[in-house]
């Protein structure tokens, strides 16, 4: 079993940043990569940044590619997730996310996704 643990979930305008930590306890043989998913109202929960466990590779969903920086503590089991240059358009209930993939092509899939954080909100206002 895997418990994910988000915290920093907030308020911000637009062109300010936050930080997103998510501390991951339990079987950390059974996850390779540690996501940030997203939901707004009435769409579909989407990748933000994906981290590789064992070599620290990063993805990016192109919405928040050059804003967005995904980082590991292997130390102390703790996924960050730096938001710079935020939008309105981010605003959003975001999730930490654990996986074992045997590709990184499918991070963007959240079925694949085993175990999840119970979310915490985002607003960014203009």
């Known amino acids: 079993q895997v418990q994910l643990v988000e915290s920093g979930g907030g308020s911000a305008q637009a062109g300010e940043s936050l930080r997103l930590s998510c501390v991951a306890t339990?079987?950390?043989?059974?996850?390779?990569?540690l996501a940030w998913f997203r939901q707004a109202p009435g769409k579909e929960r989407e990748g933000v940044a994906t981290?590789?466990?064992?070599?620290?590779?990063?993805y990016y969903g192109d919405s928040v590619k050059g804003r967005f920086t995904i980082s590991l503590d292997n130390d102390k089991n703790t996924v960050y997730l730096q938001m710079d240059s935020l939008k309105p358009e981010d605003t959003a209930v975001y999730y930490c996310?654990?996986?074992?993939?045997?590709?990184?092509?499918?991070?963007?899939?959240?079925?694949?996704?085993?175990?999840w954080g119970q979310g915490t909100q985002i607003t960014v206002s203009s």
């Open positions: 996310a654990a996986a074992w993939l045997g590709s990184s092509t499918t991070w963007t899939a959240a079925a694949e996704f085993h175990s």
């Open positions: 981290i590789n466990t064992r070599v620290s590779t990063k």
């Open positions: 339990g079987r950390s043989d059974k996850f390779n990569y």
